[in-house]
């Protein structure tokens, strides 16, 4: 698989079925599909996805959203598909998540992320994300924490 073949497109309804198959890999059934309904018909919320052509059929291999909230981007998920991860596609992402967000004039962006989860944190702080808090036991699954991270656009 080249990059160049990777399209970031808008998340559709007519996505949906392998959105929530993705989130269900990557995230165990994070939103349901009236919550990715509401999420596509809100205006506060920007969902991109990446597809590929396999076979004359589009799969969706990543899923990436973002809340406008005043000034602020705060990122709500980034999910790449298992079998596509370790290739720069949550590097792409990120950049088309951050890059929307700037030209909608948010002033800086901010998320929470598993304090375990290295491969998310070093991707954030690749992209200049700083720790600015922690959430005690924010993940009920596993009695994880949540670092918060911030970053502030230039
Ligand atoms: C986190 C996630 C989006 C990264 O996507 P990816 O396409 O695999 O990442 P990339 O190939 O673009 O790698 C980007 C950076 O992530 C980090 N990274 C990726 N794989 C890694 C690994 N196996 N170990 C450590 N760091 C890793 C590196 O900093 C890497 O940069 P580098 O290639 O210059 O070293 C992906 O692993 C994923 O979907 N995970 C499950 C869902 C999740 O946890 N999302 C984050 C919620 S906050």
């Known amino acids: 698989m080249v990059l160049e073949a990777v399209k970031v497109k808008n998340l559709t309804e007519k996505e949906l079925d392998q959105v929530l198959e993705l989130d269900s890999l990557c995230f165990g059934g994070l939103w349901s599909l009236d919550g990715y309904k509401r999420e596509i018909a809100s205006p506060n919320s920007c969902l991109l996805i990446l597809t590929i052509n396999i076979k004359e059929s589009e799969k969706v291999i990543g899923l990436g959203c973002f809340w406008s909230i005043l000034e602020e981007a705060h990122l709500t998920i980034l999910a790449i598909h298992p079998d596509f991860q ?24 901010t998320l929470e992320v598993g304090e375990n989860n290295k491969k998310a944190l070093n991707l954030y702080k690749q992209f200049g994300f700083v720790e600015a808090g922690r959430r005690k036991k924010y993940y009920k699954k596993t009695d994880e924490d949540a670092l918060i991270l911030w970053k502030k656009f230039i």
Do not use: D, F, I, N
């Not at 370790?86 to 962006?109: M, V």
């Open 86 to 109: 370790g290739k720069s596609l949550g590097k792409l992402l990120l950049t088309k998540l951050l890059e929307k967000a700037e030209k909608k004039g948010l002033e800086r962006a």
